[in-house]
């Protein structure tokens, strides 16, 4: 697992991915936080959280696109699954470089919370929430996105259909919001992951939220070990 | 050291590799020879641990590559077909990459590594980037990748496949220099007879002959074998040839014709006027004899054409 999580970090060092993953970040988060703090003289990020993680659900899935679907372009899953590695340690690898570049991207915007230290006093315990929405839900799409990449062949058909799922779930998210307080909405609070980052972008740290964003996590890594583990018994390789 | 068991592997309603069985033991060099589609590279594929055989089994050094595939996979170093490398990486971090994921202990990789790239000759190239390499060079990282893991077997897949002449007589003498258990598969015949002592001659996704490749080549002493069809009894007919002076060996390959039986007659010089004179005076009819062809290349397209 350390040496695939390595030769990722290399990989993403390389090429673009990663940069482009920051850059967006960084661009959005940047003009949210100079629109609705500096501009509008506000002490709440919560408009930058939820903004960040609406450009974490386009973003996410080109960070993703390569890890696997990038290795059955290239011929490299040759490589990986004559190793002495597990597919459990091949995606726990891939998945852990991708959070490292997520964690990474939103390191860099606990700037703004301290560019509002300068003018007041924010509550850390909310920033540490907000902050742990935004990194849940980052997290759970970047498990989407290597579940895709590992059934298609080509990096750019797995970042469309990661999109696809993404796309899915900010319109399900919108018309959830359509039918007011009725049973439709309430079962969309149960399954679609804005509902439950919202606890954290309003400040709470939910137990039922975070078990939520860990175990839909969880289950998209398992989807990925058993579609890995699956090639091996057919051709071996995607069509 | 590598042993296949029945191993068959089905896609669709196609065998792509039907019944192999062989054992290569440690220190030999095997070769698995075919035309493209003949199934070696699933082979391959299936020994590595690549993919997973439909039927059968298969274990290296005893360990099975299905119940325990990271300890099987651990002894074995496999150059695929057109040596695929991480093209943004460069030729030391793949190396490093490849020890780190093979779990070479800390305290040897500086120096195996420094001895890969010595072997290899690649002193000058480990800081460029794979993607700005030559195929050439794109190889021999590939193969020091592989041999910097220090591995018990080493299975290669096409290795000199679409190289320069000169290179491809580079990299057959540095494979010809490792002192290592070796498969390859190839369809280049040249290459078993370079890199090989025991050949198998995969067709259609069988093994349909295997042997060493002495026995199969002419010698300088010439062996020949010739092909004979008498309108005998089984019996009288490997009299007949027995008694023949000359004759090192006589082999009845069955009958193809009611009445006739067909045989190979082994001996060091051209017995066919002798064999045509015997069965004249013995009154047997000789329907057919013919000498057949003793190099590799020819038993190999007649194994895979029919011819």
Redesign the interface.
Known sequence: M???Y??EM??FS??MQAYLFMAGILLGGGLLFSYYNIIGKSMDLKPVWRGLLYIELVLVPVLTMRLMAGEHA???D?????????AWGVTMGKFLAALAVLASSLGLTLIYPLILCLFGSPSWARIAAGYCGVFLLGMLVISVGLFMSSLVKRPLSALLSTMGVTLFVILADMAATWFGNGVISTAASWVLPFCSAAYFTNGFLTVPAFVYFISITALFLYLTIRSIEH??????RRL | MIEARNVSKKIGSHYAVKDASFLIRSGERAAFLGRSGAGKTTLMNILTGYTFASDGSVSVNGIDMLKYPVKAKGMIGYLPKNAPLYPYMTAEEYLLFACEIRRVPKAVRAMNIALAIEHLSLHNKRGRLIKNMSKADRQRVAIAGMLCADPLVLILDEPTAGLEPDDVAQLRLVLRNIQKTMVVATSNIQEVTALCSRVYIMHEGSIVAHDAIENFTQTAGGRKRISVRLAAGRSTGLELLKNIDGVDLVECTGSKEPGTYDYIVDSTADLRSDIFRSAAKAGIVLLGLKPMSVTLEDVFYQLTCGG
């Open positions: 350390r040496a695939v390595k030769k290399i990989l390389h090429t290239g011929g490299t040759l490589l990986l699954m004559t190793s002495p590695v597990s090639a091996k018994w057919s051709k071996g």
